[in-house]
Nanobody, 120 residues
């Protein structure tokens, strides 16, 4: 019904930058909050950043001042601009969207994940 496709991951040196994108498609009536999560090796999944339809944002303390979340509501797309990357940012990054579908049912949908590796 609804698909989320992420892109933009890769290998980057410490101090570098990457921009992740996540586009939602399918039987979408409306999208509410869109988020980015990550799961590092041996750790639990954590919320990295969230953004409401109106643009209100929230960040994990570990990424404040370095990551910026934004969205394009017309394109059903959320972005995560990551700067000053550190080795501890290495993880699989997942986007999530809270979607009201064409049957007027709310559900959370997840992307497939994109690997971000920060290493010299």
């Amino acid at each position: 019904q609804v698909q989320l496709v992420e892109s933009g991951g890769g290998l980057v040196q410490p101090g570098g930058s990457l921009r992740l994108s996540c586009s939602a498609s399918g039987r979408i009536f409306r999208i509410d909050t869109m988020d980015w999560f990550r799961r590092a090796p041996g750790k639990e999944r954590e919320l990295v950043a969230a953004i409401t339809t109106g643009g209100i944002t929230n960040y994990a303390d570990s990424v404040k001042g370095r990551f910026t979340i934004s969205r394009d509501n017309a394109k059903n797309t959320v972005y995560l601009q990551m700067s000053s990357l550190k080795p501890e940012d290495t993880a699989v990054y997942y986007c999530r969207a809270r979607v009201l579908d064409m049957d007027y049912l709310w559900n959370n949908y997840w992307g497939q994940g994109t690997q971000v590796t920060v290493s010299s």
